[in-house]
Structure formats: C-alpha cells, structure tokens
C-alpha cells in the first residue's frame, strides 16, 4: 500500500463532505510545522511531512484539490498524488493565494478553528491575522468560517483503511495484555510491569499510543495515584488489584484500552465481593454507554448512560468524559462522549456518526483494594455497535 | 541535573524579562497538546508533558508563578518545582483563570500569538476566541497583547545549561562527520551514506534534529535535488562533491550542519578550480556573515553581508535565509538571519543578542559537479561571536 494511501482516501472524503455541507472552499493554512502543526495535514497531506515556510491547501466542493508550497517542498507534495494542482513561490504566498481564491471565488472559505475541537484547531491567531491581512484586498476576509464541521466529519468518519489500522492495533494491544497477565505475579512494582509492556510493545515494532512516560499508566493496589501519573513504585499484592491503561501506534493508527487483574489472597478461588461488585458496576456502566452509541445520539447522552449506570450501583462520580474517538490520535477530536460541563465546550453536543471509533472508559475504586478500570474500543456502524475489542467480562485473577 | 532544571532557568528568566520589557504578566493557555502544542511549553514547563485539559500559566512582573491544570495533572506539574503555585480545577478552567487574573490585576497580558515569529506563536484562534470569552466579564479582553517579545527573548537568549547542551550535540555532530569521511567511497548512493548516519547516530543514543526521513539531506553529483528532498539513489563519484545537511538531538537540545566534501578524480591531488573557488566563495560569505553578527544587528543585515558577499563573487542569490536560531528545535523561531522578504515579515527586523546561537548557512552549485553548501552553529557573545562548531576551512577530499 503506497505511504499516501490514507492522504488521498481523505482528500477524496473531505470533498465528499464539503458537498454534504454545502461549504464552497476549505484551507488548510500552515507554517513552520515542526513548532506549530495543524492536526489536519497528517489527514489531507501527510502524518510526518514538515513544512517550513507558509503553505496552503485548498480543497473546493466543485473538486479542486490545490496546494501552495514552498519551492523546495513542491516535489513532495507532487509525490502524495492527492493535489491536482501544486503551485510554488519564493519571497512570500500572499499573491498566489490570491490568484487563486479568486479564481474560485468561493462564498465561503472554512479555516481550521475551534472553541471546542482542538483537531479542528490548528490554525495559531497569528496565522489567522497573517490570513485576515492577505485577504484584505480581495472580497475575502469576510467569507472566513470555522471548519469545526468539516474537520469533525472527515476525522470522525474512518475509511476502510483507517478501520482496519485501529482493528490492527487493537489486536496487538489485546496479545500485549495478555503477555502482562502471563508475567504477573505479586510483588512486582508498576514501574516494572511498565518495563515488561514497553518490551513487548518494541519486540512488535511498535511504539505507544500516547507520551510514553504516561503509557501505559497502572494503578497497583489501593495507594497508588489514579489517572495521569507515571508509573510508580507501588507494588502488586494477593489481596489487591491491578489497572492498566494503554494503547499502542501501530501503521499511524492508535488503540486505547483499560484491563484489570485481581490477585487472589491465601484461600480464595475467585475475587472477594467488593472488588466483584465494582467490577460489574464498571462493565454494567461500560454496556449501558454502548448500548446508547448510535449513530444520531448527542455525545453527552451516551456519557449520561454510563455514568448514572454508575452511580445509580453506588459508586461516586468519575471526574472525566466517558468516551472519546480514537484515530491518528488517543483524543482524536470532534464529539466528545463528556458530560456537560464547561471545559468539554460544545463537543459534547455533536452527534455519533457512522464509521466513528470511539473508547468506553470509566472506573472505580475499591477501598483497600485498589481501583477497576476498564475500556473498550468500539466501531459505530449504522445500525449497531462493533466491539474492535474483545470486551473484559471477568476481573483477570493472577 | 534535575530533569526540570530547563524549566526552572527558563521560568526564572522569563520573570526577569517581563521587568525589562515592562509587561505585568505572560499567559501560556493550551489544551490537548498532543494535537496542538504551544512551542513555549517545552521552554517552561517540560518538552514531554502533555496536558489534556484547558492550562493555563500566568507569570507576573511581581515574580508570580502560577499554574491552572485539570485534575490530573496537579502532581506533574508540582513535581516541577518551577511554579510557587498550582491551582487545580475538575468542570472547567474559566472561573480560576478569572478569579486569579482579578487577584493580579495586570495592566497587560501577553498571550501566544505572532504573524512574524512561530515559536511565539503557539496560541490556536480557537483558544484565542475561548479567552476573549472567559475575560468578557472581567476588564481583562481590552488587556491581551502580544507575548511575541517575551516569547523571543526568552527562546533566544540560551541559559549556560541550554549552551552546554547545544555545544554537546555540535560536538556529536562533527564525531559523526568524521566518521563519514572515513566511510565514503566513489560509488555510493545518498540512501547508503543516510543510512549509515543514521547508525552512527543511534550508536551514540541520539534522534534526527529534525525529520528522519529528511536529516540528513544529501547533494551527491550535479543531478541530486538541492534542498528538502529525501536521500535518493544519486551516487558519488570521482570529480564531483558531496554536500550533507544534518544535525542531532542530545538531552533536547540540537545542532544543524552542513558540510561538503570533493572525490579526487584521477591524477588530481587537489579539488579542481571550480570546485575550490565555489567553496572559497561559500566560505567567505559565511565568514561575511559571521564578522556581522554581533549584539544590536538586525537580522537582514547579517543576511545582507553573507548574501552580497557570494552574490558579489559571481554565484546566484540562494532562495533562503542565511541563519536561524537553534536551540530545543531547528529552527527555533524569534529573529531570522534573512532577506527582507514578505515571508520572512517582522522576523528579519529582530536583532541580534547575546547568549543566541545561530546557524550560517549557504551554498552555490557548481556545474558539472554538484553543490558545496556549508552550516556552522555560532554563540553571540556581548563582544564577539564564539564558534561552537570548528568551521569547515577546506573541502574535504576522499
């Protein structure tokens, strides 16, 4: 499969849904890349392509796939095979900008910015004020709109290539886990079975789906920190349980998961009630929130089928959105499965579409024993649900 | 040395320059920065820590340091010990950024955004219309200024332990030079002499300055494309040059460098006049350029010197800017050593200060035999400008 496959499938896709929604012209509008990079050109241009001077990429509803470059990046944005059109320049892009948003003159130019979607963000305010000035004397500064919608759609809706990538590093994420519950035994810290997951992951090729010093993140028994915070010198214990979250990059494309494993005490043959119980809140919870993923359902309200699954079993509140899509990246952007508060913005309000990978993540903590997390990764299709994951039904007992 | 060490002299510093400029307060506000990340985050708070939530970190005039950060990511950001105060929010960021802006009361914020400067550049316009939001309510909208100056100085003017770690990868840099010289033979293709780069650079533990797939980049013979093109399957040969572009990432910090070497043909001792002249003139202007480089000279008069000086020996204009900072990414954003050209905007008006570290760098074809290019890294010094890299005096024969 050619390096470009993924650019051209979106550069296609993106033409697809400015038609869909009826917005003539879309810019994609960057510089300097490797200090300020626009989540947008790993879609439509390429994930590790770096463009140092003033670039442009136009893609029109009547089709037109143009790129305005840099001389010494022309041949590689030729080399993609998405554009039709790649223009040069030396001192400055401003005139053949122009040029040639007047030659489409298009009603309305969307440009990638977003309260709440920072993947469809990635134009700086000095970039947008460079692009107010530029348009200035042409009748275009007034037509500039955000490209929240297309940027969404086009990110949310995975294509065949992109499906199988994640489907691929789910898998891999799957054997990795299993691999850990093999190698588990008490007393090992989580910096250790931190070491043991990296080596696996690497023995595969593959590197983490997130910051490696936070992937995976593991909760060892009942004093370790939850959430965002390196692997510790916790230690696992019979008694206590074991959380881990952590995705793999395999072909771009990423995986998130959560699994966890209770470590029998002296005596026992399965796990004790309250890690059990806590363990059924957390898959019950993660059930009712697949069962509410369908295509047409706001974001928030699948997060609010989970989370008062949750609550209603009597567990406390989790301090974070239930779901987000994954794709190139762990938080791939656009609908966000979040309650509404304040910082989630609007995403929350988008809708779930067809062909959106989303995670299901929530957890709980169980006093002396530590805390049941668990996420699942799953493909919205039009009429159901597809688990890329095979989802936890038992705590794992070591 | 502390991981945080950087952080902590850069924060300092950053202090130090809000009394000088006369600016009452710096707000860095990012969020989900593994999709768009502010530049400025690497210099004072860690190059790997990402921040899913809306942060914000406001230094004053009066010596605050304040950090606003979503739950989870109290601990990591404590554990810098460069901020003496870490709020900590679970809905959303509005109220504590407000509330601790009212406690404050600057006259003026500057925030991320500039056309001329990508390092300073880091606020996205989304995140822009979010903080005119916020600030609506409170006197503060009408306050926002640009933190472009702040935001130069501060990347510009290198700490000792930012110069140590830059000195350290020039050192690399050349240990590798050396290294090729050995290795080359007539008969080589660019991808071969990369791939052993490459090698050479793993070895001593060490990643590209920049993009992989372009660091190096390699101009063997008169055919191969000068500039951002990919190694391809040009080969040396006896009678023509080799020019390299590359530079290596140790501890964060990188070098960029060029150098060019000539393959005898037979019954040559020394490389033929054309040859020679073109590496006399190209060292000459960097020599030009170099005398030009002191404290107070604006950026397009030592690209001016360099430029005039080659121009005037009867080589072609090169289409880009002589020099450029260097520092924890290649071109590290502030003031430009380059012509007076639309793309450049404000950046070639800035002026040169002590402790920046710049990179010279030009180059002229020469028929028939390829392209001799040559980058050395220079410390300004208040009275002099320090070599960190041993300039390359004579084309290297193979």
Known sequence: MSPHQIA???????????????????????????????PSLSLIVSPDLQLTWHSAFILSQRGDRIAIVGRFDKENIEAIGAYTEVQMYDAGIGQALVTTLLRLNPDSIAVNFSESDPAADGLTHGLWLTLLQALNDAPFAGRLISAEKIVNALRGRKTPTEIARITDAVADTEAIFDEVTAFLKPGQ??????????????????TTAWDIDYCP????????????????NSRTARGHLLQIDFGVNKNGYVSDMQR???????????P?????????AVRGAILAGADSLYTGAPGWKVD??????????????????????????????????G??????????????EADNVFTLELGAAVPGRGYVGLEEDLLV????????????????CV
């Not at 989580?190 to 593959?206: C, Q, V, Y």
């Not at 095979?390 to 705590?395: D, N, R, S, V, Y």
């Open 8 to 38: 051209r499938e979106k550069v296609e896709q993106a033409v697809e849904i400015l038609r869909e929604k009826n917005v003539d012209a879309w810019l994609t509008f960057v510089r300097e890349t490797p200090l300020t990079r626009d």
């Open 189 to 206: 810290t989580e910096i250790e079975i931190a070491e043991f997951i990296h080596d696996r992951m690497k023995s595969r090729g593959l």
């Open 217 to 232: 993140t593991l909760t060892a028994g009942p004093n370790s920190p939850v959430g965002h915070a390196a692997p510790g």
């Open 260 to 270: 966890t494993w209770y470590f029998l005490a002296p005596g026992e043959a399965k």
């Open 272 to 280: 004790p009630a309250d890690a059990q119980q806590a363990f059924e």
């Open 304 to 337: 609010m089928a989970a989370r008062d699954y949750l609550m209603e079993a009597g567990y406390p509140e989790y301090m974070h959105a239930t779901g987000h899509h994954i794709g190139q990246t762990v938080h791939d952007g656009a609908t966000v499965l």
């Open 339 to 352: 309650p509404r508060w304040e910082r989630y913005g609007q995403s929350v309000y988008g809708e779930v």
């Open 381 to 396: 299709t039009p009429g159901a649900v597809e688990w890329l994951s095979h989802p936890q039904t038992e705590l794992i």
